[in-house]
């Protein structure tokens, strides 16, 4: 069975950074791209980001270029999610995707506020 296992959520200022990880198993991690979504109470659930097998293409929502970076570490087999000055606008659950399982995280709240 695919496990995604999601950790790093909390609550931070406006400004501050957060990294969320996505410890995965069940399937052979190195072999394909993830994804990193995002839904806030009342909204659509929106992909944040993208990253190919090697992480070496990664791909990101208007909203949050510049300050958000996928990565990967697939010895560990485990994503990242490194987000930086974030806004009020970022709070939402984050879920990480594994596209070729179909499979989702339980996902991790991150809440920016003064």
């Known amino acids: 069975q695919v496990q995604l296992v999601e950790s790093g959520g909390g609550l931070v200022q406006p400004g501050g950074s957060l990294r969320l990880s996505c410890a995965a198993s069940?399937?052979?991690?190195?072999?394909?791209?993830m994804n990193w979504y995002r839904q806030a109470p009342g909204k659509e659930r929106e992909l944040v980001a993208t990253?190919?097998?090697?992480?070496?293409?990664?791909n990101y929502v208007d909203s949050v270029k510049g300050r958000f970076t996928a990565s990967r570490d697939n010895a560990k087999k485990t994503l990242y999610l490194q987000m930086n000055n974030l806004k009020p606008e970022d709070t939402a659950v984050y879920y990480c995707?594994?596209?070729?399982?179909?499979?989702w995280g339980q996902g991790t709240q991150v809440t920016v506020s003064s």
């Open positions: 990253i190919s097998s090697s992480g070496s293409i990664t």
């Open positions: 995707y594994a596209p070729h399982s179909h499979s």
């Open positions: 069940g399937f052979i991690f190195s072999y394909y791209a």
